[in-house]
Structures are given as C-alpha cells and as structure tokens.
C-alpha cells in the first residue's frame, strides 16, 4: 500500500527477494534486536500469510523460538483452521518451554480453534534411545505426520546464539567454529553457503522433508540475523521470508 511504499519497504523487499533468489520478502520496517514490538510485527504478518495461504486438512509443522512464539500469538479463528493439524518440526532442541516447537503447536491450535499433536521425546538422545523411540507406535504415527507437513513454519537463529541458548557442550561449539557454520533452523546448522554441517540429534522433520514441503515460511529479523538468513537462503530455505528491515539492509550491504 501506498505507505509501505512511501517508507521504501516495497522495493527493498523486491531487491531482498532476487539478493536471497526467494520467491518473496515481506520487510517490516525497525529491527527486532532493537525493539520487541518489531517480532509482533512479523508475527501479525506471518499469521496473516497463514491464514491465506492454509488449505482444508493441512499439516503445519512449526519449529520452536521466540519469533515463532510471536506468530502464535498473533493467529485467530478461521474457519479453514478446524481441519488444520499443527505439528511440531522437531522433538525436544533444549529450548525453554514457552519457546518449544510442542508448546508454539498447541498455541498455534488454541488461537484458531485447529488440532494439534505432540511429540513427546526427550532433548538429547542416545543412538539407541534414537532408534527404539522412533519404532514406538505412538511416536511414529506423529513422525509420520510432520513428515508430510504441507507448510513448514520456522525461526533463522545465528549459530553460536543458538547453540548456547540450548547449552551445547563445548565439544560442540568447537565442531561448529570448525565447521563455519553460521546459521541455525530446526535443529541444523548451516555454513555461509547454506551447507548442513551439524544436526541435533532428535526426532522430526529431516532437511529433506523440508525441501520436499510445498510451502516454507521463515521469519527473522533484526541486522544481527542476516548472515544466518542469507546462509539460509542458499539452502533453498525457505520460500517465503517475513523480516525486518535491519535484517533487509544488513543483507543488502554484506
Ligand atoms: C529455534 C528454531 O527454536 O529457534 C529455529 O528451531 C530457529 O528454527 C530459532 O533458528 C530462532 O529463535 P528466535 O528466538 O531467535 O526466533
């Protein structure tokens, strides 16, 4: 509209989509490393976007964080949401319980009068528990399902603030210096160019169930993020970008 022109957010979004070769950027104007009512701003407009976009039956897999969280809260009724399922991207990441993927879906399904189901798997697994936890029926039937979300909807973290924010060893830390990874979504990590270099080992969407999905919407924002959105981006991931415009201009002068 003639506002967000005015403020310049309609180009910067065209320029931001061919930078990243996404299929669409939706820029927010401020910077959420400056300001928390920024993430209500892409909040209202990535629950908007759903609410368009969500078909009849849908699965919704939706990864866990603090933007994520946002959305949530932002979402409604609709009628097309009776019939929606959210379901979380992976199991247990070591995030805080409010900002966890199981916590976001059954919000996500509060707000809009849909359905929701839990995978119930503990933050860090053995190989073993791994492999029993994923033949338990229960379990499976809820893999099954995030599996074949049609819409995946997920957070873009910088590497090192996630890892520590989930308190990873220093073992870790040093693989992931080692390693450059840059970027962080879903449980994987990633290098300057989009290359997985670490995976955490937990139950759910795998990066091939994501780039099988038919609708990937990621929301990110503030400048300190736009390495880790760009990195992202050369992954392919994801389709659709709902930012700021510190992440925007961070990108667009890198
Ligand atoms: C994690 C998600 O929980 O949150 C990631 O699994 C994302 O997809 C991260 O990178 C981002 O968190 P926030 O709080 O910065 O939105």
């Known amino acids: 509209d003639a506002v967000r022109q005015w ?8 320029r931001l989509a061919a930078r990243l070769r996404i299929e669409r950027a939706v820029v927010v104007p401020g910077d959420a490393d400056r300001s928390p009512m920024v993430k209500r701003e892409m909040g209202k407009v990535a629950a908007d976007w759903l609410r368009r976009h969500a078909r009849e039956g849908d699965i919704i897999a939706v990864a866990g964080g603090t933007t994520v969280a946002a959305v949530a809260e932002m979402l409604a009724p609709a009628p097309v949401f009776r019939s929606v399922r959210f379901v979380p991207a992976r199991g247990g990441l070591g995030e ?11 919000r996500m399904a509060q707000k809009t009068g849909g359905q929701y189901r839990l995978l119930h798997v503990p933050d860090t697994l053995s190989e073993e528990a791994y492999l029993s936890l994923s033949a338990e029926p229960h379990i499976k039937a809820v893999l099954d399902e995030v599996r074949q979300a049609r ?20 073992e870790t830390l040093e693989r992931l ?5 840059v970027a962080e979504a879903f449980g994987y990590y990633f290098d300057r160019d ?6 955490m080992r937990t139950l ?7 780039a099988k999905a038919d609708r990937v919407i990621g929301i990110a924002g503030g400048a300190s993020k736009g390495p880790a959105i760009a990195a992202l981006a050369r992954n392919g991931v994801p389709h659709v970008l709902i930012t700021d415009e510190g992440a925007a201009r961070a990108i667009l002068e890198a």
């Open 7 to 14: 403020l310049g957010l309609t180009e910067l979004e065209t």
């Open 96 to 106: 805080q319980v409010e900002h966890q993927a199981n916590t976001i879906a059954s």
């Open 151 to 170: 819409i995946v909807v997920h957070g873009i973290g910088d590497a090192f603030t996630m890892a520590r924010r989930r308190g990873a060893d220093a």
């Open 177 to 181: 210096r080692q390693t450059g990874a």
């Open 194 to 199: 989009g290359r997985v270099v670490f995976a």
């Open 204 to 210: 759910g969407l795998r990066i091939e169930d994501v």
